[in-house]
């Protein structure tokens, strides 16, 4: 019997040093193009040049020419410079304008559309009905459906309204996005109905009810839902380039799209500074993430 147990006790050993090293190995190759990003920031256009080549040597209508040389990945730069940075950050100015115009159209679309999320969200959870219903299954089909089909509708309305090459073209349908309202709208019916039936006993309002119990109940949710609206329109490429023609409007997820057509080495110093707002808000909401998603009807399992 006490050998059987040891036995077993080996076998479930093996089988975490096993699942340990799948998820490191799995850990690893998911941080291998940031860490080269990061490396490669810091080599001199000459020294990428020599490791990658150019993906297109030379593009033209109907004819592209691909450079066929080894790859050679390197983690270690031969000389570390600056130069890029120097480039993005100072001598060329077009980068940082799409950067901000990036913050610029992001900011709002996540800040509007959660404000829009909490007050909706709210009204279904609190008074459930068959009407309610069927508009609410009528978000869960917009939410289905990809919003490339929705583009051109958008378009059509924007074009409309006189919206084309504006900010607001993006901004403002994006800001009633069913994404946010539905995960919410599941989040606020788990909380009990006995938290609402004490704070009107004590004389609260729908107002002190939504923001007395709902929020900070839902903080977690709220702030787990924030971070995914904005790491998805951070990195939108279609409705720049579909509703504003103008390039100087365009973010810098659109020029990283089309990152073939300039120059390679510039490219890594870019995405790095395009990666710092998100990894900046992982850090900062990575407890409230955690809690967003162990949240269940009011207690944190």
């Not at 996005?177 to 009107?200: D, G, H, N, Q």
Request: proline share 4%; glycine share 4%.
């Amino acid at each position: 019997m006490k050998l059987k147990r040891m036995a077993i006790k080996r076998r479930r050993k093996i089988f975490d040093i096993l699942v340990f090293g799948f998820v490191l190995l799995a850990a690893l190759l998911f941080l291998l193009p940031t860490v080269l990003t990061l490396a490669n920031s810091f080599m001199t256009s000459n020294e990428i040049n020599a490791n990658y080549g150019a993906m297109l040597s030379n593009m033209t209508e109907n004819k592209k020419t691909f450079i066929s040389t080894n790859v050679n990945l390197k983690f270690i730069p031969d000389k570390v410079t600056f130069d890029q940075y120097k480039a993005v950050l100072i001598q060329n100015s077009d980068y940082l304008m799409k950067f901000w115009n990036s913050v610029w159209l992001t900011v709002p679309i996540t800040v509007f559309q959660m404000a829009v999320a909490i007050l909706t969200s709210y009204g279904f959870s609190r008074y459930p009905n068959k009407f309610k219903g069927i508009i609410f299954f009528t978000y869960i089909i917009l939410m289905i459906m990809p919003y490339q089909v929705t583009l051109v509708p958008n378009y059509l309305v924007a074009d409309k309204f006189g919206l084309l090459d504006t900010r607001l073209s993006i901004i403002l349908p994006a800001i009633f996005s069913p994404f946010s309202i539905f995960l919410l709208t599941k989040v606020m019916r788990r909380i009990p109905v006995s938290y609402v039936e004490a704070a009107k006993l004590d004389g609260a309002g729908e107002f002190k009810i939504l923001t007395k119990i709902y929020i900070p109940l839902c903080k977690g949710a709220i702030v787990s839902i924030a971070m995914l609206v904005f790491i998805d329109y951070w990195n939108m490429v279609e409705q720049p380039i579909v509703l504003m023609k103008e390039s100087t409007l365009h973010p810098l997820s659109v020029f990283l799209s089309q990152i073939n057509e300039k120059d390679i080495g510039l490219a890594f110093a870019i995405g790095v500074v395009y990666m710092i707002p998100t990894v900046l808000m992982f850090l900062y909401g990575e407890d409230y993430l955690v809690e967003g998603i162990t949240y269940s009807g009011g207690i944190k399992g």
